[in-house]
């Protein structure tokens, strides 16, 4: 997650640390904050002081249940961006990858996140040429990247 506080306005300024809230006046570990799901997590970060911004960074697919689309949809200080690590559009793949979702859940997820947030910028990430993709993957995740809209 990156935090932007009222003393980093510049985006390039932006502090990020897995787990914990870097700002200029020290590091606040929330550890004991339910970290595990993102929305608890952002809706406390909103109630301190100072902080304006919120954006999720490469979050697992099964990171969003209901309770993290809602806190997308209704804190305003949370950033309408989500980097969402596609990996691959292959089924066969994303198991090899151990990935743990199917790319029909991907696309319901994608469909749920821009009905919740309809300005949402969406990003991800591909791999190819995984050990053992071939040209059936490939088009496979061709034809997902040009589906989504990336």
């Known amino acids: ?30 550890a004991t ?13 909103f109630a301190i002081e100072g902080i304006e911004r919120v954006r999720y960074t490469s979050p697992h697919p099964s ?3 209901d309770d993290a689309l ?13 980097h969402l690590p596609l990996q691959s559009g292959s089924n066969r793949i994303l198991e090899a990858m151990q990935r743990g979702h199917t790319v029909d859940e991907y696309r319901r997820l994608v469909d749920r996140l821009r009905a919740a947030v309809p300005d949402l910028s969406l990003s991800t990430d591909i791999i ?19 589906e989504v809209g990336f």
């Open 33 to 45: 904050v339910e970290a595990a799901a993102p929305s608890p997590l952002a809706r406390r970060l």
């Open 1 to 30: 997650m990156f935090i932007q506080t009222e003393q980093t306005p510049n985006p390039s300024t932006l502090k990020f640390l897995p787990g914990r809230v870097v700002m200029d006046k020290g590091t606040m570990d929330f």
């Open 70 to 82: 809602a806190a997308m949809r209704d804190c305003p200080k949370l950033s309408p961006y989500v």
């Open 128 to 146: 190819v040429g995984y050990p053992g993709e071939e040209a059936a993957d490939f088009e496979a995740t061709s034809r997902l990247m040009d």
């Open 63 to 65: 990171d969003f249940d």
